[in-house]
């Protein structure tokens, strides 16, 4: 072996030894831990934490990252940050708990739009996470006493502002495992403008007369996946947004997500918008149980807050005493048009279109009303495919302005026909 080789092996070895220290410094990294407590958290229910939480979020930043710890304990706090490549834990028996003080609650741009900051939130962060078999819970009575005391309470951009319970602005790789999410005073997990998010085997919880306590909220968000999660809310059990009431544009659509083995309770359902001015696209749900639920599958806007919204699939979907088992309508808050509403208006940037539409092996019983596929004169609901699909309630199906097609398909009514055609009806059966 020649000298110049024997260097050429010392250096190849010196190269594979610093491969090894760098791998090693990687699952250093991986495994950091920092624990609230070692920054002066009580975990008693009554100390506010909020500065011991924030300062271990802080520190294992510092260090390019790690698992932020809450051990078994009742942690009170004021609102937290998030960074990149941090993970919150909440073992069992841990609770972070939000605090009834409203003045913890910061005012906040959020959404564009007149807010208060959430209780958890990350903006322009990746590689995030929140897991364990712990509890995050908003105490959310307060502000619901709030809201229930003025009209335009749930409406974004209110003068009477509620804090979210969780925010991802603008995040990349968002994990949600594990947990549950109790008692926001609004709207309880959302991502916006969010991209690569897993949602997957959490509870959340809130009484069924909580107002606009949705549990999971995708807005303007992209590669989601909703899995195993337990709904029981006051509001939707999910609601996929993209854009707020009268938006001036610049909205960005909700797209590629995919919502799998889930059970819904209380709850306005598995709703697309009604909010939706940048659009919706490419959205399947497959293996989804309602109980009770006000509603079932539902896609909803009006000419003030719509844009193109198309391949959706639902697919092996099954309702027990649903109150509207089907709602596709371009006339919210109404499911069927009040008189006037159809007659025809100029089409706008913020119209509905609602298109390519499947439903399969979907079956619905004991509904107040079978279901409505009501589109706008201007815009009717186009494409919608019908296959093996069993509703009854005691009303029927109303369809007007759209056209469906459907093999396989019952529907039965305690009073009247199964299948209410309205104007602009067409509908083709086998």
């Known amino acids: 072996m020649t000298r110049q080789t024997r260097s050429l092996d010392h250096l190849i070895s010196i190269a594979a030894a610093l491969a090894v220290l760098a791998a090693s410094a990687g699952f250093a990294h991986v495994a950091r831990t920092c624990n609230p407590r070692e920054f002066g958290a009580k975990g008693d ?4 934490d ?155 919880l809130a009484p069924p007369r909580s107002p606009n306590t949705d549990a999971v909220d995708p807005f303007s968000s992209s590669n989601v996946v909703i899995d195993h999660l337990y709904a029981d809310v006051g509001d939707d059990n999910i609601a996929i947004k993209s854009g707020a009431i009268n938006s001036p544009g610049g909205d960005e659509p909700s797209q590629n997500i995919k919502i799998t083995d889930c059970t819904f309770l209380h709850g306005h359902g598995l709703s697309i918008g009604s909010e939706i001015a940048g659009g919706a ?17 539902r896609v909803k806007a009006a000419r003030d807050r719509g844009n193109d919204v198309s391949n959706l699939v639902y697919r092996d979907i099954d309702m027990k005493d649903v ?51 009501v ?25 007007g302005y759209a056209n469906v097609t459907g093999t396989n398909v019952t529907v039965h009514a305690d009073q009247g026909e199964g299948i209410l055609k309205m104007a602009g009806a067409n509908v083709t059966l086998k």
């Open 45 to 48: 229910g009554t100390t506010k």
């Open 50 to 204: 909020t500065l011991a939480i924030q300062s271990a979020i802080d520190a294992c930043a510092a260090q390019g990252g790690g698992t932020v710890r809450l051990t078994a304990g009742t942690y009170l706090s004021a609102p937290i940050v998030l960074k990149s490549n941090i993970t919150l834990q909440l073992d069992k028996n841990a609770t972070l708990l939000g605090s009834p003080d409203h003045a913890d609650y910061p005012s906040k741009t959020e959404f564009r739009l007149p807010a208060v900051q959430s209780l958890v939130s990350a903006t322009n962060a990746e590689n995030i996470a929140i897991t364990g078999d712990g509890v995050i819970d908003g105490q959310g009575e307060s502000w619901w006493a709030m809201a229930r005391s003025f009209h335009g309470a749930g409406i974004m951009g209110n003068p009477h502002p509620r804090p979210r319970l969780i925010v991802f602005d603008h995040c990349k790789h968002i994990r949600v495992e594990g947990i549950t999410i109790q008692n926001s005073p609004f709207w309880q997990l959302v991502p916006y403008y969010c991209d690569d998010v897993v949602i997957r085997n959490i509870r959340v």
């Open 281 to 297: 696209h490419n959205i399947t749900a497959e293996r989804i149980h309602f109980d009770g639920t006000d509603n079932g599958i």
């Open 323 to 373: 109150k509207n088992p089907l709602v596709i309508s371009e006339y919210y808050p109404r499911i069927l048009p009040e008189e006037g509403a159809m007659t025809p208006q100029p089409v706008t940037r913020l119209t509905p279109h609602f298109h390519d539409i499947t439903l399969e092996n979907v079956t619905a019983t004991g509904g107040a009303m079978a279901g409505a596929i």
């Open 375 to 399: 589109g706008l004169p201007e815009a009717p609901v186009d494409n919608v495919m019908l296959k093996n699909v069993n509703l009854s309630g005691s009303t029927g199906l109303s369809i």
